[in-house]
């Protein structure tokens, strides 16, 4: 099993940014497709970002599109996500998860992610 770290979360104003990074161990990221999710407390886990494995294409929730750009650096296993113009709605846990088929319908639902990491919080205040 794919083991994930998340890590860059904190606390920002409103209009702030952050760039969350997944971390992969043991396998290479590159031969999946990585979703973003996030959850926010009484809220279910919500499928935000996808990259997908080899095309490197993206999609985005219309809750995030054109604020959050996701990427991915091979060399360092890593994918990101880059968060700009943030709000106080965009408060929760993210998480990083991987899928192994091409992101689109499937991949913003966390049931058909096969491995996940512990999350880290983004708190954004008014």
């Known amino acids: 099993q794919v083991q994930l770290v998340e890590s860059g979360g904190g606390s920002v104003q409103r209009g702030g940014s952050l760039r969350l990074s997944c971390v992969g161990s043991?396998?290479?990221?590159?031969?999946?497709?990585i979703g973003w999710f996030r959850q926010a407390p009484g809220k279910e886990r919500e499928g935000i970002s996808c990259?997908?494995?080899?095309?490197?294409?993206?999609n985005y929730a219309d809750s995030v599109k054109g604020r959050f750009t996701i990427s991915r650096d091979n060399s360092k296993n890593t994918v990101y996500l880059q968060m700009n113009n943030l709000e106080p709605d965009d408060t929760a846990l993210y998480y990083c998860?991987?899928?192994?088929?091409?992101?689109?319908?499937?991949?913003?639902?966390?049931?058909?992610?096969?491995?996940w990491g512990q999350g880290t919080q983004v708190t954004v205040s008014s």
């Open positions: 043991v396998f290479q990221l590159r031969l999946y497709s």
């Open positions: 998860a991987t899928f192994n088929i091409p992101c689109g319908e499937y991949t913003s639902v966390a049931a058909m992610a096969e491995s």
């Open positions: 990259i997908s494995r080899g095309s490197d294409a993206a």
